[in-house]
C-alpha cells in the first residue's frame, strides 16, 4: 500500500472520529434540553393542578357548601403532594392594630413539591417556587375599599382542616373540598394595622401585600405588612375541610 493511501485512511478514520464525537456531543446537549422540556412541563402542571383546587376550594368557600366537591390533582413523577393541616402547618395569619391582636389563625395548606420546585395553596391563594424564583399563580383576597372618606380593609381566607399527609406522585389524586364553620370580625382600627405573616412562601406574600399598598418587611419566612389611615378591619374567614377520596 502506497503512503498515499495510508494518508486517505488515516483521514477518513480521523474524520468519523469527529463525525462521532459531534453526534455524542449534540445528543448530549438534546438530552438535557428533553429534560428540562419535560421538568417544565411538570411544573406548569403542577401549578394548573393547584390552581385549579384553589378555583374548587374558592367557590366551595363562597357557596358555604357542607357537602364535599371532588377536585382531582394530577401529581407529576417526582413530586409529591402535601396535605397540612393548620396545627400541623408552620402557615399562620395575625391582624392588629394600635390596640392589639385582632384576629389569628393557622391556616393549613396543600403544597405539591419536587426537590428544586413547588405550588403551594394557602389562605386561598397559590404561589410557586421554580429554584427561587417566586411567583404569584394566584392572589388572595385582601384589598382596600374606601367607603364616604374612610378606607376599609377586608381580607377573604380560607384555611385548611385534613388529616396531615404525603401523596407520593405519578398518579391523580382525588380530594373531596367542603365548608365547615368559619369565623368573621368587623372591627374598627385604632392605628395603623399590620398583618403579620408565617409561610413557606413568603416572596409571594410580601408582593401580594406590596401590590395592596402595604409597607412590607421580611425576614425569613416571617411576613410583616402595615397600613396606616384604615377606619376599620373586616375579615372572613372561611375553613375547608379537606381529605383523599
Known amino acids: 500500500m502506497s503512503d498515499e493511501g495510508v494518508s486517505e485512511l488515516l483521514g477518513y478514520a480521523i ?87 385582632l384576629f389569628a389563625v393557622r391556616e393549613g395548606s396543600i403544597r405539591l413539591q419536587s426537590p428544586f420546585r413547588s405550588v403551594s395553596f394557602e389562605g386561598g391563594g397559590v404561589y410557586s417556587n421554580a429554584s427561587g424564583l417566586a411567583d404569584i399563580v394566584r392572589k388572595p383576597s385582601i ?33 373531596g373540598v367542603r365548608a365547615t364553620p368559619g369565623q368573621s370580625i368587623s372591627l374598627p382600627a ?4 399590620t398583618i403579620a405573616i408565617s409561610s413557606t412562601c413568603p416572596e409571594g406574600w410580601s408582593g401580594t401585600l406590596r401590590d395592596a399598598g402595604f409597607s412590607v418587611s421580611q425576614e425569613g419566612d416571617q411576613v410583616t405588612a402595615t397600613m396606616g389611615g384604615i377606619a376599620d378591619v373586616c375579615i372572613d374567614c372561611r375553613a375547608l375541610q379537606v381529605r383523599v377520596e
Open 190 to 193: 385604632g392605628g395603623p394595622v
Open 143 to 175: 384589598f382596600i375599599a374606601g367607603h364616604g372618606g374612610a378606607r376599609s380593609l377586608y381580607i377573604f381566607l380560607t384555611t385548611i382542616e385534613t388529616d396531615t399527609r404525603v401523596v407520593r406522585g405519578g398518579s391523580p389524586v382525588v380530594l
Open 15 to 101: 474524520l468519523a472520529g469527529v463525525v462521532i464525537t459531534a453526534v455524542i456531543c449534540i445528543a448530549s446537549g438534546a438530552g438535557g434540553a428533553i429534560t428540562a422540556a419535560t421538568e417544565g412541563a411538570s411544573f406548569s402542571e403542577a401549578s394548573l393542578a393547584i390552581r385549579s383546587l384553589a378555583a374548587t376550594a374558592s367557590n366551595v368557600a363562597h357557596a358555604n357548601n357542607t357537602y364535599f366537591t371532588a377536585a382531582e390533582i394530577q401529581v407529576p413523577p417526582g413530586y409529591e403532594l402535601l396535605l397540612l393541616d393548620g396545627p400541623d402547618d408552620i402557615a399562620s395569619i395575625s391582624v392588629s392594630d394600635g390596640d392589639g391582636e
